[in-house]
């Protein structure tokens, strides 16, 4: 999975507003794992 994210980040890294897109999925795919860590862990 890390390595497909990567792949495709690369090949958004040619149109900023596509890197920024990416960018901010990433950040919204961060938030959502650290809601469910929490979730979980207590």
């Known amino acids: 999975l890390a390595r ?3 792949v495709r980040m690369r090949a958004l890294h040619v149109t900023p ?3 920024q897109v990416t960018v901010l999925l990433g950040l919204v795919f961060a ?3 650290a ?7 207590g």
């Open 35 to 41: 809601v469910v860590d929490e979730d979980y862990i």
């Open 31 to 33: 938030s959502l794992l």
């Open 17 to 19: 507003i596509a890197n």
């Open 4 to 6: 497909l994210l990567h």
